[in-house]
């Protein structure tokens, strides 16, 4: 069976070899379809995060597969591979199959592409709970979308419009306006202008950040005084200073985001939106990778460089 390994924090994952894996009480065997490639699986590779396997390891927070032995789901069912745990403090699914507690499986009961069912959990449920449970997004609002091509942000975009919301999406840079749906009022962050004309404006209920970073800040200027900024993500910086005065004199709520610790409302989110997703009314964007291209997953994601999610197809 072959795997992704990281041996050393701060390394490439190395491609090896294992033994097959061996099913314990309560556990699953799955043959890993696909695997989700994120920024928490960067992030926990540093060795800094709150929680880490014991090297070596297999990363891997998402995936899905189907099932091959279980006492608990029929073989042949169709799974999504999460738990909050599954590639944090123990190994992941950057491998061909794995023996997986039952409880971190979620069977799907439409069948979807395997790279869409490793990919849309999260961005699906993140973009959701921020928008309605968090936002309390209503019609006729306006929802700033920050990285709006994004894996979190596309699906924002594509839930506030279907929500009768007008959005404004923030892209990093002019050619990728060309990649957003029609309704949405697309600005370039590197325009400074139009930035400071938002800052302005403030026409925002509600900002979706999903890139954090120093330039927060700036960006929770375009929301209205009583409104709120969600913030789910930190691809563009984990860092950014708060000017007391002048975020008390915007009268904008900060609140985080985290599916870690939301693991049930995820799956009711997800159950529930599964249709939309399986007919293609929710598109889910991603970039496919053969297992032995993991690195290079790595490298391009940690450089901004894929559209929507990165996935490892076996």
Known sequence: MRAALIHEWNTPPLIGDLAE????QGETLV????????HLDITVATGEFALHPPLPYIPGVEGSGTVLQSDTFEPGTQVIVRDGAIGV?????????ASIPDAALTPLRIRVDPSVAATFFVPTATAYIALHDLGELRSGQTVAVSGATGAVGSMAVQLALQAGAHVIALVSRRSRLGNLPDGVRGIAVEDASALAFLAAERPADLLVDTIGGPSLGQRIKCVRPGGKAICVGYTAGAKFTIDLP?????GVAILPLSLISMQMRAKEVIAGL????AEGTIRVEYTEFP???TAEALHLLQARGIRGRAVIRF
């Open 21 to 24: 894996p061996h099913r314990l």
């Open 31 to 38: 043959r890993i379809d696909a695997a989700a490639v994120g």
């Open 89 to 97: 403090d123990r190994d992941g699914t950057w491998r061909e199959r």
């Open 246 to 250: 002048t975020w008390l004199a915007t």
């Open 274 to 277: 599964l249709p939309k997703i």
């Open 291 to 293: 297992l032995e291209q």
